[in-house]
């Protein structure tokens, strides 16, 4: 009896545990040392870069997810739901892919670099942002991987 106690006990933290550590890994993104990030994702072939201060202003009218994508040389910035946030002039169709980036990961890598600038980077490998000496990556593809009431995908 004791040990199908202890078995129980056991059981309940092991998914108390494993559910913490699932709702962590949500968060999509991850945060790099520069240095690295040019040796394992590739050159920078396109690259544009603002403020923080107004990709501060961007990032508020968006909830959880950020998407970007670079469209005639020009980043674009879509919310969780695919709604176009920057610039205000872009077209976006339906079946274009973008990276998707969990808006806390991207807070964590602003605070982190602490630059006045943000680069937006489209690599050989993959699509990094950049602050200080800090890039971020390991974003999601959408589609197939996409957030918010508007996703079709």
């Not at 092991?14 to 709702?23: M, T, W």
């Not at 040389?73 to 872009?90: C, F, H, K, M, T």
């Not at 980036?101 to 006045?116: N, Q, R, T």
Request: glycine share 6%.
């Amino acid at each position: 009896m004791k040990i199908l106690f202890i078995s129980l006990i056991v059981f309940f933290f092991s998914i108390v545990l494993s559910s913490l550590s699932f709702a962590q890994s949500s968060e999509i993104g991850k945060i790099f040392d520069s240095s690295i990030a040019d040796q394992d994702f590739g050159s920078v072939i396109i690259s544009q870069s603002m403020s923080v201060k107004q990709f501060d202003n961007i990032l508020d009218k968006c909830d959880d997810y950020v998407m970007f994508r670079f469209i005639g040389g020009n980043i674009v910035i879509l919310d969780q739901d695919r709604s176009l946030v920057y610039p205000s002039e872009a077209s976006i169709k339906d079946n274009e892919v973008f990276v998707l980036f969990s808006k806390s990961v991207i807070m964590a890598l602003l605070a982190k670099g602490d630059s006045e600038l943000v680069s937006f980077e489209q690599r050989i490998k993959c699509f990094t942002v950049t602050s200080g000496n800090y890039t971020m990556e390991v974003g999601g593809l959408c589609p197939p991987i996409c957030t918010g009431s508007k996703s079709v995908f």
